[in-house]
């Protein structure tokens, strides 16, 4: 008996947006002490914001704890280098369970500069992630942005 021709899945895109309560930077440099690793010192330039969910309407409330991390080489990774067919899934890892959600997201070291001064001065109030919908409360998501306004408009 033939089997039956499997249905694709179809990818579907979801739009989370949250608003910036409160943010902070956190630096830190040290000599790598790893034998296994080739770089002499070790950097971290990390961006920790705090916000809450605005959209879509079935989350608003929720809160979530964003890491954003500084890469450098980011946007020509050492697999990009090397094998020029590679391409990246997603710039971040949204988790958000109905409490203490987190996003972990990786952005050029050469950004960070840029967005800890629009914080400052509050040029950014809201953060935007798109990704995939929610499964077992996270997904992946493709892109990051931030805003002055929500951009949803009145609807």
Known sequence: MPRKARKRSVE?????IFEISAWQP???????GSR???????????????????YPEKLVGRT???????QRDFMEPPEWKRDGDWRPKDVAHLELP??????YARMPHESMPVLITA???NRFRYVSLHGGPLVRGGTLCRSIGFSRDEG???T
């Open 64 to 70: 979530a704890h964003f890491d954003l991390y500084a």
């Open 98 to 103: 109905p409490s203490g959600g987190r996003c």
């Open 36 to 54: 296994y690793e080739d770089a002499a010192f070790s950097e971290i330039c990390l961006l920790q914001v705090e916000t809450i969910c605005r």
């Open 12 to 16: 579907t895109y979801a739009l989370y």
């Open 119 to 121: 914080l400052a001065h």
């Open 26 to 32: 956190l630096y830190e440099l040290s000599v790598n």
């Open 152 to 154: 949803l408009g009145e």
